[in-house]
């Protein structure tokens, strides 16, 4: 096994491990011997257990963050199709990537604190703020207010998906229709049989 490959194996390794027990939960020891290698490898490659989690969850923030930021810049969406397609690609990643969410929403600040998951739904929400302002001018309401509107939304996303990760059901995909329709008809106007206006995402 090549340098790389090792290094690539011990964090595929750690990654698992920091899922399940969390940073503090996991050891050193745990993870030579989970990679079947000496305690000594594992702080050749990162100086020790901080250092691969430092590495695991950089790769967890960049994949969502990359995988919302393509979702909320797709060409020619209309403000609501853009907000379909950030709820969908959340519940995408909650859905692929169950471990690293699990890793992010937990604990991930230990090491890393600019790559929590708060900070990165803080990120989210500025992003939807800008997507919100001019609707909510055009309906004749104070743009002022787009914040506390994106925050309600992507908190009401996040903490829907959190929970729909113990079942996985329904669909994620019926899972944000039911979302995006309480965001944007509120509950006076709520559709009965929602569903999403746009295609998920290849």
């Not at 750690?14 to 899922?19: D, G, K, Q, W």
């Not at 503090?24 to 030579?32: F, P, R």
């Not at 909650?94 to 991930?108: K, Q, T, V």
Request: with cysteine; aromatic share 6%.
């Amino acid at each position: 096994m090549t340098s790389a490959e090792r290094r690539a194996q011990l964090v595929t390794v750690a990654r698992s491990l920091f899922a399940q027990k969390g940073f503090e939960g996991t050891s050193v020891e745990e993870i030579a011997a989970c990679a079947q290698v000496s305690k000594p490898v594992v702080y050749e490659h990162f100086g020790g257990k901080e250092g691969v989690y430092a590495v695991v969850v950089d790769r967890e923030v960049q994949r969502l963050h990359d995988s919302i930021r393509t979702a909320l810049t797709t060409p020619g969406a209309s403000s609501r199709e853009l907000i379909e397609y950030g709820a969908l690609a959340l519940m995408d990643y909650l859905d692929e990537h169950p471990d690293g969410f699990r890793i992010l929403a937990r604990d991930s600040s230990v090491v890393a604190a600019q790559g929590s998951f708060g900070s990165i739904l803080s990120d989210i929400v500025s992003r939807v703020e800008d997507l919100l302002a001019d609707p909510l001018r055009r309906h004749g309401f104070d743009a002022d207010f787009a914040g506390l509107y994106a925050q309600a939304l992507v908190g009401l996303v996040a903490l829907a998906g959190q929970s729909w990760l113990d079942t996985r059901e329904p669909s994620k995909e019926v899972v944000a229709a039911h979302l995006v329709n309480l965001a944007w008809n509120g509950m006076a106007t709520l559709d009965p049989h929602p569903v999403l206006t746009v295609r998920p995402m290849p």
